[in-house]
Each structure stands twice: as C-alpha cells, then as structure tokens.
C-alpha cells in the first residue's frame, strides 16, 4: 500500500477511518464542499501523481450530492494525474432500477453506472449490489464483495435453536439458500405481491417455520414494509423468534418505526450507511462493521492480489 492513498467524500466518514485504521494509514487531505448555491467544491492538498488512489464514498441519502461529490473527486484527482483511481462505493444507489419494469421508465442503475466511468474511474468496489447483473452496466471491472463473511460470524454468535433462513422474496432466495447452506439449516421463502412502490403485502410463507428461530436475510432494508409484514406473517405462523440481517440499513420515511412496533427481535445492519439519529436510538437495531473486509479487499486490489479468495 505504499503507492496508495484513501480518500474519503461526506457520506460516511466514520467508515473511511475505520478502513483507515485496518489499513494502518491516514485519509488523504481533501476538503469536500460547497459553495454558497450549493454547488460541490473539492480540493485535494497533497500530491498524488502516479498514486493508487481510493475514493470511499456511498450514494446514501442525500443520494444525488453524495454522487456529485465522489465524481467531482474523481476528476479532481484524475486531472492530478494520479495514476488509478478506484471508486469504493459500499452502498451503491439507485440498483434497485435496474431493467424497465414498466414502459417509459429510466434504467438509472445504468446511468449512475455510466456517470462514474465519465470522469475516469478505473474500477468500481462495492458491497453487496442490489443485483448482481449491474456489474455488467460498467465497461471497467467491478468487484462486488459480499458482506456474507461478516453476517454469517453475526448469526452464529447471536442466534440459538434449530435456525431457519427466511428470503423475503423470491429474488433473495439464492442469496437465503447461501446463507442457509453455510450454517446448515432450514430455508423458508416468503410470498408476497408488491401492490405500489415501497408497499409489500406478503401472501404466504413456503416452508415450515414453526417452532424455529427465523433469520430474515436481505441486501437493503428502506422503508421496511417488506421486513415488518413478514416479521407478522412468520409470527403468526407460529416461529419461535424473528431476527434480520440485512446489508444496508437505507431505513427511509417510517422504517424505524415500523421496526420498533413489529415482532421482530433484532435487526442486525452493517456500518455501510450511517445510521440516522431515530435509528441510533432504536435498541432493535445492532450495528455490525464492514471496515475490515473493505480493508482488506482494499489492499488486494491495491498488490493486484485475489479478492475472490476471499469468500471462498
């Protein structure tokens, strides 16, 4: 890591130290700001021609100025003549749009792919997208890393009994079927018909979760619609106890809430995001860092080593 340098925008600073620190290295000094109208302002205050160079930054909320900010860095750092440049974005925004659902409708997963390439990045690090085709959005390589590893080691130490691992939908059930297999349990699949956007109404529970501790095992959680009702429904279907382990803990409009009212037991998330203030205070949701497999996928690409061989 001696070529390299972290640089580190405003959507999470607190994660970039950590990565820092597992790195045993400093942030490179960067100011990231605005101007009075709002527009983005960067300046880099050291030298980092010929550098590796890593620009940590999720497109978490407010996604559209944490966007503009990593791809103002990028070009700053480009027209310093750094030599690479790697986009490090543990939460990648607006996957979810990634194919039209529906006539006259944007790809936008597309579009943010295409708007991070234009101002020079060289490869894309992120965690866990949404899905896993969008890394063939970008003609630069991507490394999409799974936080598996971490929520795997946060189920075993938490969660006792005879587990079952629930997907939330069928899209998740590749996802749930890894998890389960690692841990040797049940599987279970829950129906639901998404009725609007962010409204889920679950139909049917595929699989016997009675008398089983429930692990509900999903890449994002938003507005937690989707993560309430079934809490409910496995309730109901007589399970001994409902847990949730998600990645990114997006917890928009009434998530919170709908957390701390529902059966749910624990929700454990990842440091990816930062918590918002409501959600620091809700005594449902655990915090589990990301920092040290972000580091170290970090400094294997940074040594050209194998990332892969990580989840192996």
Known sequence: MQRAKLFAGNSNPTLAEAVARHLNTELGQIDVGTFSDGEVNVEIHENVRGMDCFVIQSTSSPANSHLMEMLIMVDALRRSSAKRITAVIPYYGYARQDRKVRPRVPISAKLVADLISTPGTDRLLCIDLHAGQIQGFFNIPVDNIFATPVMLDAIRTRYQGPLTIISPDAGGVERSRAYAKRLDS????????????????????????????????????DTAGTLAESAVAL?????????????????????????????????????????RPDAVDCAKIHVVTIAPLLGESIRRISNEESVSSLFV
Request: charged residues 25%; glycine residues 6%; contains cysteine.
């Open 235 to 275: 309730d109901r279907e007589g399970a001994k106890a409902v847990y949730a382990v998600i990645t990114h803990p997006v917890l928009s409009g009434p998530a919170v809430k709908r957390i701390a009212e529902s059966p749910l037991k624990e929700l454990v998330v990842t440091d990816t995001i930062p918590l």
């Open 186 to 221: 049940n599987l279970a699949i829950i129906d639901k018909r998404r009725e609007a956007a962010n409204v889920a109404e679950v139909m049917n529970i595929v699989g016997d979760v009675k008398g089983q501790t429930c692990v509900i095992v999903d890449d994002m959680v």
